[in-house]
């Protein structure tokens, strides 16, 4: 029998009834991750996670997550194991601690098995700029489709049964687009939720700790373990810590949920169908839900703004990989010339093209120009939204337009033609809103999900909404193993 496709409360009771053993989980999972063909993984730790199963705890047996097998995006830093980013500049860097998130894992009985693929230093959207190469989708044995990014690789291994949790981030829409190309729920909590301590940061303002599961349960479940203040980081929030999955049934009768109709019409016939198949079960829960209107510029402004920000940031973020302090080294003759050779060949095209982007949006020169007035119409594009939650408790669309796109033709870079519907999610990392992607439906045997997004600080509710929806598509626990 294989367990770890299974949800996490039918991995602890077989555990507690003795029918499997968490060595026989991690087995398992070392066994199915050897057989990766998706190219999920950056590292696999084979002797790290025995080791860890040998040294459980049995007093954390209550733990969901004891003795379960999961992976880590690679831009975690994990002690005495490799943290690469998937960039070749890090290709050899092994961190002397772990980040929070790693920790407080580790604290509740989980098994790390693997760290995995992503976009490199977690820049771009599609899963193909890892130093690895592609990340393929499980849905698509041809490996035509893309599962997108950046944390492609977590969305991977949880899509082909390979673990019950994936822990990514989520920048713009890095886990909740991925869960929606492959049939999984995408949680990204409210800004400082969890810390980031330890955390490659990407665009600090922007980023989130987030994660792929199966089901809602597993995703409420997390946070519990994930959530609370660190004084290691102060960006993380001083909100209690509740029990997530104790309102996950309660009644939606009288929540307002607003629609974006200019994101409706960016998605294909088979994406709305379904779409409105989920429209129509809410409105069967008693909730009330409405067609609503934004600014196209507003909507439009979106990707150019996450661009200019996140780039900027970005360059900031990454001045420190300059092959002196740690990380990848190329000979030079000065310590200029040694940043420059190590810079130049150990960053792939994508990066230095954000690098330069980052770099002038900050300069003197240009930085009214493009990084102020990239601030400013943040604010505007915020703005917009809370005045829509002024009147509705969820905003509630497509995840994304149609199901993954095909790796030929797909092109990341930003040429003016924006579709809103592609692009829309970062508007909740502009305002540290909690956000979640759950499947819906599917065209041509490949999923696509639906993606609720709250007022910050409503992490309950939006788990909630996002739970009684699932009940009424069936679509949770969804497995494409390899073949």
């Known amino acids: ?110 098994i790390i098995i693997g760290k995995t693929t992503m976009d490199e230093l977690a820049m771009g959207g599609s899963g193909t700029s890892g130093r690895k190469g592609m990340t393929y989708n499980p849905w698509d044995k041809r490996r035509k489709h893309i599962i997108g990014g950046s944390s492609c690789g977590s969305a991977a291994a949880v899509s082909s049964g390979l673990t019950p949790i994936g822990i990514g981030s989520d920048t713009g829409d890095s886990v909740r687009k991925p869960a929606s190309y492959s049939g999984l729920v995408g949680f990204k909590p409210t800004w400082g939720r969890i810390s980031r301590y330890g955390m490659f940061q990407f665009a600090s303002s922007l980023d989130h700790v987030a994660y792929f599961t199966r089901n809602v349960f597993d995703s409420a479940y997390l946070l519990n373990v994930l959530a609370g203040h660190d004084n ?19 009644s939606i009768k009288g929540k307002r949920i607003a629609v974006i109709k200019e994101v409706l019409d960016c998605c294909s016939p088979k994406t709305i169908e379904c779409f409105n198949k989920t429209l129509d079960q809410l409105r069967v829960e008693g909730a009330i839900v409405d067609i609503v209107s934004i600014d196209e510029k507003i909507l439009k402004a979106i990707y150019p703004t996450y661009f200019i920000i996140s780039s900027s940031e970005a360059t900031s973020n990454n001045a420190n990989l300059d092959g002196l302090k740690f990380g ?21 095209p994508l990066i230095k093209r954000r690098f330069i982007i980052g770099s002038l949006s900050l300069s003197k020169t240009h930085r009214e120009e493009l990084f102020v007035r990239a601030q400013k119409c943040r604010r505007l594009i915020v703005d917009s939204f809370n005045k829509v939650f002024e009147k509705y408790d969820f905003i509630y669309c497509p995840a994304s337009p149609t199901t993954a796109p095909l790796f030929k033709g797909y092109n990341p870079r930003f040429n003016g033609d924006v579709n809103v519907a592609d692009n829309y999610l970062a508007f909740a990392n502009f305002g540290g809103n909690p956000s979640i992607t759950i499947p819906i439906g599917f065209e041509n045997n490949m999923p696509f999900g639906g993606n609720f997004t709250a007022k910050p600080h409503f992490d309950s509710e939006l788990l909630n909404v996002a739970s009684i929806l699932e009940k009424h598509t069936g679509l949770m626990n969804l497995v494409k193993e390899n073949e």
């Open 1 to 110: 029998m294989r367990y770890l496709s299974k949800p996490l409360k039918e991995i602890h009771d077989a555990i507690l009834r003795n029918e499997v053993t968490p060595l026989d989980l991690v087995k398992e999972g070392l066994s199915y991750v050897g057989k990766d063909n998706n190219n999920a993984f950056e590292y696999i730790c084979n002797k790290e996670a025995i080791d860890a199963v040998n040294k459980l705890d049995s007093s954390k047996k209550n733990s969901l997550l004891y003795g379960v097998p999961i992976v880590i995006k690679d831009c975690f830093s994990t002690k005495s194991i490799p943290t690469t980013a998937s960039s070749n500049m890090l290709s050899d860097y092994i961190p002397c601690f772990d980040a929070e998130v790693v920790t407080r894992l580790k604290n509740a009985g989980a």
């Open 232 to 250: 290691k980081d102060f960006s993380s929030g001083y909100e209690d810590v509740i029990d997530y999955t104790k309102d996950l049934s309660k």
């Open 328 to 348: 990848s080294r190329c000979e030079g003759n000065s310590f200029e010339e040694v940043m420059i050779n190590t810079r130049t060949k150990c960053f792939s």
